[in-house]
């Protein structure tokens, strides 16, 4: 199953001069990255392409030489527009943080083509007719016991074929990926900063604090106003 996609040309990625230290919303999925990204699980993982395989909810991402459209593999009981947007969500934050320098990114040469899957789970291949077929890598252990025999014992490895459906889109977006694809990344102690305080910046920290303080002082000033209306009303009646 295949759809297509109007035109679009998202922000190139130069570095925007006008840098700030005020961060912007984020949705669920965004602020999973940036957990992500302040504490890789696993070494591999600060290069960025590993931010494409983990939550981008494709099984494949595609481009060719030109960087003139994108294909889009993923299941086909997803979505394509929430396909589509995870992808262009991922960009966006990733051009976000580091124009504003939450991250520093580093060129490598990663990409041995022009794809994007997870070769630990998936095999790519395509058919005669230039089709992409996706199979997911199986491995399970075998322990089978036969009568007056050693048995067998080992792994066994399958290969699944995955229904899927395929997005493809005129878009500059590859160039962008491409170039994070091919670059591991630099966590900022801001980062890991705003990550520690839940998602709140140390503007927001103080904004907060600043905030308690003064309802806290509303409070002692109208307890010490209603203590004071009090011991006068007692004072009159005492008279």
């Not at 600043?210 to 002692?220: G, L, M, P, V």
């Amino acid at each position: 199953m295949e759809n297509t996609a109007p035109n679009t040309s998202p922000l190139k990625h130069g570095i925007n001069l006008n840098t700030t230290t005020d961060m912007r919303s984020f949705s669920d999925t965004e602020k999973r990255i940036l957990r992500f990204m302040a504490y890789p699980p696993i070494p591999q993982d600060v290069c960025l392409i590993s931010i494409f395989e983990n939550f981008s909810d494709c099984y494949l991402i595609e481009w060719p030489e030109d960087c003139s459209s994108l294909e889009l593999v993923h299941a086909q009981d997803k979505d394509w527009k929430d396909v589509r947007n995870k992808i262009f969500d991922i960009i966006v934050l990733l051009q976000y943080l580091e124009s504003n320098q939450y991250i520093g990114v580093f060129q490598l040469n990663l990409l041995k083509d022009n794809q994007i899957f997870n070769r630990k789970k998936f095999e790519v291949e395509k058919d005669d007719k230039g089709n992409i077929l996706m199979w997911i890598i199986d491995t399970c252990k075998l322990n089978i016991k036969i009568p007056n025999d050693k048995g067998i014992e080992g792994e066994y490895t399958r290969k699944l074929l995955v229904e899927t459906s395929i997005l493809k889109e005129n878009t500059t977006a590859a160039e962008q990926i491409k170039r994070y694809a091919n670059s591991s990344f630099h966590a900022t102690q801001n980062l890991r900063d705003f990550v520690d305080n839940d998602f709140q910046t140390k503007e927001d920290l103080q904004y907060t604090q600043t905030r308690k303080q003064t309802w806290i002082a509303i409070w002692i000033s109208l307890c010490v106003g209603i203590g004071g209306i009090i011991a006068t009303i007692l004072t009159l009646f005492i008279k």
